[in-house]
């Protein structure tokens, strides 16, 4: 299982990015899909998710309205569209799926929202 993100970067308050992670190694369409975050001293936290198949998902109460979660099958890929960014998303931003009996991380990918 590989899954890799890309799409992060520097962005400037109220801006936006389209992050997108690429799975490999396993039958995608089956699985929900995570993205989590992690700040400088913070653990780590879930940001959304999406069930196999697209029809459901779930935000954090501090990203909800600003934050999409979405998926390609096709393409075997997950996306995570910010917009109206604040400092105080800056974080690293990592994809996850779970396959019993472990979950499988990406690297992640850094954002960072400052003026």
């Known amino acids: 299982v590989q899954l890799v993100e890309s799409g992060g970067g520097l962005v400037q308050p109220g801006g936006s990015l389209r992050l997108s992670c690429v799975a490999s190694g396993f039958t995608f369409s089956r699985f929900a899909m995570s993205w989590y975050r992690q700040a400088p001293g913070k653990e780590r936290e879930l940001v959304a998710d999406?069930?196999?198949?697209?029809?459901?998902?779930n935000y954090a109460d501090s990203v909800k309205g600003r934050v999409t979660i979405s998926r390609d099958d096709a393409k075997n890929a997950v996306y995570l569209q910010m917009s109206s960014l604040r400092p105080e998303d800056t974080a690293v931003y990592y994809c996850?799926?779970?396959?019993?009996?472990?979950?499988?991380w990406g690297r992640g990918t850094q954002v960072t929202v400052s003026s």
């Open positions: 996850r799926t779970f396959w019993a009996p472990r979950e499988y």
């Open positions: 999406i069930s196999s198949g697209g029809g459901i998902a």
